[in-house]
C-alpha cells in the first residue's frame, strides 16, 4: 500500500517516541517573528539553552511593523520594543535575520518561499497558524505555540500526534472571476470552522493541478480556518519552476538532486487516506463571508441567512450573534451592503499575482468618495516588482493608499486599524470579533478582485459585473 | 527541572457560552505587544468584558459570584484562529487551572497542554447542563479527574475525553517535553544527519 506524502515526510523526520506516546519531531526550517518569539528566547536563556541549529531558523518582522511610515523608531513604543528584541535575539543566537533594511522582509509566509527557504518534502514549523501556507510546496507546515518556539530553537524537534490526512478534490473548471481565494472559502464553509481538528488537508484535483504556486498558497493559508493545522498540496513541475534559482534553492548540480527527491515526497498513485471529500469546481461563486467565523460564506449571488430557517437550535443562536455582531439584516442579498474600508494585502492574498490581476482591471477605475482603501505587499520584494511592473501608480490612481509591506489591516497590531463599526471588505483571512483592530469593526473576507470591485462600489459587489470578467 | 503531575482539577467554574470562541477574543492583538507573558491577564476576552468607552458589559468573568472560579466552561472549537500562546497564558494567568468545553482547537490545545493546564471535552448537552448548575450555585464545586477522566458537580458525574498522550504527559508530570527533547539530543544529531537538506 503506498503512502501519502504526509506520512513520508512525517516518517522521515520522526527523531523517535516520547514516553507520553506522542512523536518527537524533527523540524527542518523553523521561521519566527517578533511576536510570538521573545518569550521563547527568554524561556531559554532561563534554561540556560542555546540554539541547537541556529541555520535552521529565519526571522523577519512583520506583524507591527507600520505600513505608512517605517522610520525607526516607531511611533509605538512597544512595537519599537519588540523588534529591537529580535533583532538583539538574532544577533545573540546567530539566526538569519530579515529586517526592515535588508530588502526582503515582508510577511514571514510571504518571505519563505520569495527566498527559496521554503521547500519540498520538509518540515516547517512557525509561531504562526498561517504556516500551513507553506504546504502549497509539497510541505508540512504548521502553526506552533511559544513554548513549541523554544523546543525548536533548543532541539529543533516538538513533541506532536500525527495526523490524520483528508484528501480534498476539486475538479473541472472555475468560471472566470472565480480565485483561489473563493476555492478556500468554499471548502470551509463546506466543511465547516472546525471540520480539519485533527486532520492534514491534503489539496488535489484539477484544480490545484493547475494552479500557480501562490494560487495554491492562498488555499493552504486558510487550512487553519477549517480547522486543519497543516494543508498541503504535492511538489510538481510548477512547484519546481517557481524555486528555481532563489537564493536558497539548491543550485548547479545539487539543484537536479533536489528535484529527484522532492518528487518523490508526492503522494502515492495508491496512497490512503483518512477521508476523501470531492468538490465540483463548477460549483464555487465568487464567496463572502456574512458573519465572525471563517466558514460564514455565502456565494456572492446568495442571501443573508435567516436565523428562522435555521437547522437546529445551536445553528439559529450562531447565525444570531453573527448578525448582531455584523449588523447586517437576516435574508437580504449579500450584495449591495455598505462598505467603508477596502484592504488588499496579508498572508493570504498580498503576493505579486494579487496585485497584478487586480491591476488589470482597476486600471481608469476610482474607489468610491467615502471608501478608505489600502494596497499592502506582502514583502518588500513584492513591492519592489509591484513599483517595477507601474502597478503601485495603478492602485494610487485608482485612489488606494500604496503602503509599505507587513501584516497590516489583517490583524492590525500596528497602526491599521479599523474605527469603531466600520465594515471592511477585506483579503485577508479572519472575521472574528474585532479582528481588524476596532472592537466593533466588521469583517468581510474575499478575493482581492472582490475587494476592488467593493472599494469601487462603495458597496459588495460582484467583480464580474463591475469589471465586466468574463 | 521538576515539574508537577496533575491528576486533579478542583475549585468552582465559570461558563462562557459560545460555538468558535477564538484566540483573537481570548486576548485581542493589541495585548499582544510585548516581549513577555507577564501581564495578558488583564487582556482576558478584554473586548466583550468592556466596550470601547470602558463600560461593562456583564461579562460572565466580572460576576462577583464567580470571582476565584479556576475552571473555564465553554463551547464548541474553543480556541480556534490564531497560534498565540497568549490566549492560554492569559487564561492561565487569570487563575484557571483547566477548561472544559465541546471540543478545541488543536493548536490551542497543546499550548495549553505545555502549560499543565487540561482541557478536557465533554458533549454539548453535559456542558450545557453543568453550566446550569454552576449558575444556579456558582460555589459548587467542580472536580476535574484525570484518572477515571470524568468531572463531578453535586451528585453527577460525567465522562471527559482528552487524546491519551495529553493525559499521559499531564499525569506523569511530562507536559513540559523539554527535558525529554533534550535526553535524545543523540537521536536528534543522527536524525538531522539523515535528513539530506540540514
Known amino acids: 500500500m503506498g503512502k501519502n506524502l504526509y506520512q513520508k515526510v512525517w516518517d522521515e523526520h520522526t527523531v523517535g517516541t516520547l514516553q507520553d506516546g506522542r512523536t518527537q519531531l524533527f523540524i527542518g526550517t523553523h521561521l519566527i517573528h517578533e511576536v510570538t518569539s521573545p518569550q521563547a528566547f527568554g524561556m531559554l536563556r532561563d534554561l540556560n539553552l542555546k540554539v541547537k541549529y541556529p541555520k535552521r531558523t529565519f526571522a523577519t518582522v512583520d506583524h507591527i511593523v507600520p505600513t505608512d511610515n517605517q522610520q525607526r523608531p516607531f511611533a509605538d513604543p512597544l512595537a519599537d520594543a519588540m523588534i529591537t528584541e529580535l533583532r538583539k535575539n538574532a544577533e545573540e543566537f546567530d539566526i538569519t535575520y530579515f529586517d526592515l533594511a535588508s530588502g526582503m522582509q515582508g510577511i514571514v509566509h510571504v518571505v ?44 529543533q524537534t516538538i513533541a506532536m500526534e500525527e495526523l490524520k490526512v483528508r484528501r480534498i478534490n476539486v475538479d473541472g473548471e472555475l468560471s472566470p472571476g472565480v480565485y483561489a481565494k473563493d476555492v478556500a472559502l468554499h471548502i470551509i464553509r463546506l466543511l465547516g470552522a472546525n471540520g480539519g481538528i485533527g486532520y492534514a488537508y491534503e489539496y488535489g484535483g484539477s484544480i490545484f493541478d493547475g494552479f500557480t504556486m501562490e494560487e495554491r498558497m492562498t488555499v493552504c493559508n486558510m487550512s487553519i480556518e477549517g ?107 449579500i450584495k449591495g451592503t455598505h462598505v467603508d474600508v477596502a484592504f488588499i494585502g496579508s498572508c493570504t492574498n498580498g503576493r505579486l499575482s494579487d496585485f497584478r490581476e487586480v491591476a488589470k482591471y482597476l486600471k481608469g477605475r476610482k474607489v468610491a468618495e467615502g471608501v478608505k482603501a489600502l494596497a499592502v505587499p506582502g514583502s518588500q520584494i513584492t513591492a519592489v516588482i509591484c513599483k517595477k511592473e507601474g502597478l503601485d501608480k495603478i492602485f494610487i490612481d485608482a485612489g488606494f493608499e500604496w503602503r509599505e509591506a507587513g501584516c497590516s489591516m489583517c490583524l492590525a497590531m500596528n497602526p491599521d486599524k479599523l474605527k469603531g463599526d466600520q465594515l471592511c471588505a477585506s483579503s485577508s483571512n479572519r472575521n472574528f470579533k474585532g479582528r481588524q483592530g476596532s472592537p466593533t469593526g466588521r469583517t468581510v473576507l474575499m478575493s482581492p478582485l472582490m475587494v476592488a470591485a467593493a472599494a469601487i462600489e462603495g458597496e459588495i459587489a460582484d467583480a464580474r459585473e463591475v469589471f465586466s470578467v468574463n | 527541572m521538576s515539574i508537577p503531575s496533575i491528576t486533579q482539577v478542583s475549585g468552582t467554574a465559570v461558563y462562557i457560552p459560545g460555538a468558535d470562541i477564538d484566540t483573537d477574543r481570548i486576548i485581542p492583538a493589541r495585548y499582544l505587544r510585548c516581549v513577555t507573558f507577564d501581564d495578558l491577564a488583564e487582556g482576558l476576552f478584554r473586548d466583550v468584558r468592556t466596550d470601547p468607552d470602558g463600560k461593562p458589559l456583564n461579562h460572565p468573568l466580572d460576576d462577583p459570584q464567580f470571582q476565584g472560579a479556576n475552571i473555564m466552561l465553554s463551547g464548541p472549537n474553543f480556541g480556534c484562529g490564531s497560534s498565540r ?4 497564558q492569559a487564561i492561565r494567568r487569570a487563575g484557571f487551572d483547566a477548561v472544559i468545553a465541546e471540543s478545541f482547537a488543536e493548536i490551542f490545545f497543546g499550548n495549553s497542554t505545555g502549560l499543565g493546564m487540561p482541557c478536557v471535552c465533554a458533549s454539548a448537552e453535559e456542558i450545557k447542563a453543568l453550566g446550569a448548575a454552576v449558575q444556579a450555585n456558582p460555589k459548587l464545586e467542580v472536580s476535574i479527574d484525570l484518572d477515571a477522566m470524568t468531572a463531578s458537580y453535586g451528585d453527577t458525574i460525567i465522562k471527559v475525553t482528552m487524546p491519551d498522550s495529553a493525559r499521559e504527559a499531564l499525569m506523569s508530570a511530562r507536559w513540559d517535553p523539554i527535558q525529554e527533547l533534550l535526553d535524545n539530543i543523540d537521536s536528534i544529531e543522527t536524525r538531522a544527519e539523515a535528513l539530506p537538506y540540514v
Open chain 1, 227 to 333: 480547522g486543519a493545522r497543516c494543508g498541503y498540496v504535492n511538489p510538481d513541475a510548477t512547484t519546481f519552476e517557481f524555486l528555481r534559482n532563489r537564493p536558497y534553492s539548491p543550485k548547479d548540480t545539487e539543484w537536479d538532486v533536489a528535484v529527484k527527491r522532492w518528487e518523490s515526497y508526492a503522494s502515492d498513485a495508491d496512497a490512503q487516506y483518512d477521508d476523501i471529500v470531492n468538490i465540483n469546481a463548477a460549483d464555487i461563486e465568487p464567496t463572502v463571508t456574512w458573519g465572525i467565523s471563517p466558514d460564514q460564506g455565502v456565494a456572492i449571488s446568495e442571501s443573508i441567512p435567516d436565523p428562522a430557517q435555521a437547522k437546529n437550535e445551536v445553528e439559529r443562536a450562531s447565525i444570531e450573534e453573527a448578525l448582531e455582531y455584523m449588523k447586517l439584516p437576516a435574508g437580504a442579498a
Open chain 1, 112 to 155: 519563505g518561499p520569495e527566498q527559496g527557504i521554503t521547500q519540498p518534502g520538509t518540515t516547517i514549523a512557525c509561531g504562526d497558524s498561517h504556516t500551513a501556507t507553506h504546504g502549497a510546496f509539497g510541505a508540512i507546515a504548521f502553526g506552533i505555540g511559544t513554548t513549541q518556539v523554544r523546543d525548536v530553537l533548543a532541539t
Open chain 2, 85 to 88: 500562546e497568549h490566549a492560554p
